[in-house]
């Protein structure tokens, strides 16, 4: 068992047994020189850059611009002419022009201005105008209905309403691949670095294969120990595949997040790897989690979306509410005619309107007005629902990241436990108290601890975005500086 033990000391060599975990496991996270980081901000720089359904998030806000202009639009200045004219058996019968430009705005007043030429030996008598065409120019004013709000002035505020709730689209959108890409990063960093592990458990155990080998050509080792050490060969050459084909599936999953700048997939390449940036200072802090609440209850996305909702219903009483009251619209208008000479007259040259109208029992009024207290109603149940269900989901998001951190520490802990325990066997070998069974054992609970140890690393680094995601922080709390 010489060339044994040799090399077995030459594994604790390579492992570097110490009472430190992070020792042993240092070879495993030093990356090769052909190989460059590939860092979680560089890759959400990448996702927030060239995703396409980052771009199609991005196009929300826009959308939202053009509602508003859309509903602006209502708004716009409006030319109309009329024309209407009739002539039989070589006899004119009527010829008549009104063309006027009206300007909507967001008062109750609509200016308008205009001109009628009638002509024709059959005219209507209200219709006639005294020598050539005829201007006018006044305003409409409703005094009931309509003063107020109106459907045009509603539609913009609610358009206005509407450009937060896609904001806040946008950011749940990019929030939520941003939140699956990180949990896809940290499965491809699991994924490599335990392929790297198993890997060099692989050499070691191939090492010493060949070793007892000879040492048994020799007639230094039992037959039986060759058993022992291929099986244990064999058993390390499966857990490698089979990690090998996790790191890859892991690295073709993390590709669907790669796109270049012409929207072209991109692969992941043997070239790049993950690497793990501790930055965890104050991140357990109770300050944070209440930090978090509080920005959760006025920047959460969902809320936002519906505390806009809210406003928006209200907007849409508040328009119910007019449509209680009588319709009472009054019109004014100057007229003038051009080769008039006296000077213009309000009080007597002027065209003067008035419609009034009202449903007698506002059945359809009322009910309206009653359907939309019921959907504030709802909106503001669903909106306390949510609330409720966003802060617990931080708080217990926050529990795991807690509780996951207290196991990385006594799984670390575990760690050099067993590489004491390696390296007590392998004392107890040298003084022929131990066999090649025995160490085998060791070795693989050091390795299976070290892999679990890996895992956790992983799933506190996932809950880590997932708890900014509970947040409805922008952008997982990514700056790209």
Known sequence: MRIVRTCIACWLACAGASAKAQTSMEPVFQLPDSVTAFTLDQFYAVILQYHPVVK??????????????????????????RLNQKEFQDKSYYNYTDAYLTFPNRSFLEPKIGFEDNSGQLLNPESTIPGDRQYFAGVNVPIGRGLFTDERRTAIRQAELFQNIAQADQIKLINKILLYAAKDYWNWYNSYYNFRLLSRGADIASEIFRRVKINVTQGEDAAIDSVQAKITLQTRLVERQEAWLAFQNAGIQLSNYLWDEQQ??????????????????????????SALADSARVNHPELIKL?????QLELERSL???FLKPRLDLSYYLLSQPSAEKVIDPLNDYKFGLEFSMPILLRKERSKVAMTNIKIQSTEFEQSQAEREILNEITAVFNNITN?????????????????LLEAEFVNLENGESDLFRL??????LIQSQTKLLKLKSEYEKLKAELYWAAGIRNLNFTND
């Open 440 to 445: 085998n054992i060791q070795q693989e609970k």
């Open 264 to 289: 072209a997939p991109l692969m992941l390449t043997a070239r790049v790897a993950p690497v793990l940036q501790v930055n965890e200072q104050g991140l357990l802090s109770r300050q944070l989690l």
């Open 56 to 81: 199609q998030a991005n196009l929300l806000p826009e959308n939202a611009r053009q509602e508003i202009r859309m509903a602006k639009g209502a708004f716009d200045p409006k030319l109309e002419v």
């Open 404 to 420: 996951t951190s207290i196991i990385i520490g006594q799984q670390t802990d575990m760690v050099n436990l067993y590489d004491r």
């Open 320 to 322: 119910a509410r007019e």
């Open 307 to 311: 505390r806009n909702k809210i406003d």
